[in-house]
């Protein structure tokens, strides 16, 4: 089974507008770390978010805020007031265990003018 | 602010030989972790280590072999390469335990 499943392979938006993009989890470990990372086309992997799962309130950094549904498994990524620049792949990603990572197969955001 | 250095950052191969690539993480950070993202794949986590020591292993092949040095700069070996393992190698390292992981920039490795 996949550990890390995001659903929606391309996103568009509106520059200004919020957009959210989706992930589910699975794992039977109590404890773990859910993360965001942005990939734009020049490659590298810039960390955006993390939600512990034992954490009560949502993340936010700034124009980003994760949508934690421990019940429902979904970590969901929300950007607010979206900017051209933050056109890239976006990669959801667990840690499971000590050091064990996945990442999901990520959603390309497109942000329109 | 210092980040984590990957070298070199491009290295084309031919099939069967051999590649080093290195990673230097951030100073104090004691852990690495090695993956591997093909074109338009998702990175995939290879192997990673703390205090030294090999941490966790995910889907390494066994033609691969890593291991983190005594000032915490680690290697990433790979021997009879074939044309599959052409992909972007990323290193990244953190505080064990720590909510975020910095990537490096990452290695391409081309095998021909």
């Known amino acids: 089974a996949q550990k890390i499943t995001q659903t929606q392979p391309g996103m568009f938006v509106q520059e200004k507008e919020a957009v959210t993009l989706d992930c589910t989890y699975d794992?039977?470990?109590?404890?773990?770390?859910l993360f965001w990372y942005k990939q734009p086309s020049s490659g590298e992997m810039i960390f955006l978010i993390y939600q512990g799962s034992y954490d009560q309130q949502n993340a936010t950094e700034g124009r980003y805020s994760l949508n934690f549904q421990k019940a429902r498994k979904s970590a969901n990524l929300v950007i607010s007031a979206s900017q051209l620049g933050d056109s890239a792949m976006y990669f959801c990603?667990?840690?499971?265990?000590?050091?064990?990572?996945?990442f999901g197969t990520g959603t390309s955001l497109t942000v329109i003018p | 602010a210092a980040g984590v250095i990957q070298s070199p950052r491009h290295l084309i191969k031919e099939k069967r030989e051999t590649a080093t690539l290195k990673c230097y993480p951030i100073p104090r950070h004691d852990t690495v972790y090695w993956y591997q993202q093909g074109p338009g794949q998702d990175p995939q986590f290879l192997i990673s280590?703390?205090?030294?020591?090999?941490?966790d292993k995910g889907s390494i092949p066994d033609r691969f072999s890593a291991q983190q040095f005594s000032d915490y700069h680690s290697e990433l070996n790979m021997s009879s390469l074939e044309l599959g393992d052409s992909a972007l190698y990323f290193c990244?390292?953190?505080?064990?335990?720590?909510?975020?992981?910095?990537f490096g920039p990452g290695t391409r490795l081309t095998v021909l």
């Open positions: 990603a667990m840690r499971e265990g000590a050091n064990q990572f996945y």
């Open positions: 794992t039977s470990d109590p404890s773990y770390g």
């Open positions: 990244a390292s953190s505080l064990e335990l720590a909510h975020e992981q910095f």
């Open positions: 280590f703390y205090e030294k020591m090999q941490s």
